[in-house]
T-cell receptor, first 114, second 111 residues
Framework: SAVISQKPSRDICQRGTSLTIQCQVD?????MFWYRQQPGQSLTLIAT?????????ESGFVIDKFPISRPNLTFSTLTVSNMSPEDSSIYLC???????????FGNGTRLTVT | GQQLNQSPQSMFIQEGEDVSMNCTSS?????WLWYKQDPGEGPVLLIA?????ELTSNGRLTAQFGITRKDSFLNISASIPSDVGIYFC???????????FGTGTRLQVFP
């Protein structure tokens, strides 16, 4: 299966700042998604990263807060903007290699906002 | 919307014991996936189920796709310390590629 690399693996950020998380895959994949996992919780889908066009956001998530880029079939970024302590979570990149494959995850970015 | 409820929420067992956990939904799923998440890592796929009634094994793990398509079970036999982690069931949201995740079962194994 595809190897998914996320950077940074963790960060501690000040309130009001922004952080961009990168997701690099070692092969072209059909779909890329971004999930959030709040402390002690399950995974919640933030958005589908669409290649060459605006991401598709789930209810409760907006582009101004979580801008996403996907310039090609192997790379995507998620920015957490104007951070507050409530944004402290693990952010996970996931990919579908093709529509017949199950979803695979990167190791996540553990974000702490102080 | 579709939801996946897992039980139990957490388990504390002795090494060598068998473990059973389940995942239920009020709506039908066409695929059931079981993931394990170790601390500090992303979820890793354990087993994928694609047909109602299907029973699939992966080493000491066995998972079943419920006949009603509204539930799935994961069993772990002869547990070992490295089985510690959080187990999530997941299934695709109706007519999409987007996965919905269950609430998770946290497993702790004592030597």
């Amino acid at each position: 299966s595809a190897v998914i690399s996320q950077k940074p693996s963790r960060d501690i950020c000040q309130r009001g700042t922004s952080l961009t998380i990168q997701c690099q895959v070692d092969s072209q994949v059909t779909m890329m998604f971004w999930y959030r996992q709040q402390p002690g919780q399950s995974l919640t889908l933030i958005a589908t990263a669409n290649q060459g066009s605006e991401a598709t956001y789930e209810s409760g998530f907006v582009i101004d807060k979580f801008p996403i880029s996907r310039p090609n079939l192997t790379f995507s970024t998620l920015t957490v903007s104007n951070m507050s302590p409530e944004d402290s979570s693990i952010y996970l990149c996931s990919v579908l290699e093709d529509r017949n494959s199950p979803l695979h995850f990167g190791n996540g970015t553990r974000l702490t906002v102080t | 919307g579709q939801q996946l409820n897992q039980s139990p929420q957490s388990m504390f067992i002795q090494e060598g014991e068998d473990v059973s956990m389940n995942c239920t939904s009020s709506s039908i799923f066409n695929t059931w996936l079981w993931y394990k998440q170790d601390p500090g890592e992303g979820p890793v796929l354990l087993i994928a189920l694609y047909k109602a009634g299907e029973l699939t094994s992966n080493g000491r793990l066995t998972a079943q796709f419920g006949i009603t398509r509204k539930d799935s079970f994961l069993n772990i036999s002869a547990s070992i310390p490295s089985d510690v982690g959080i187990y999530f069931c997941a299934g695709p949201s109706y007519n999409t590629d987007k996965l919905i995740f269950g609430t998770g079962t946290r497993l702790q194994v004592f030597p």
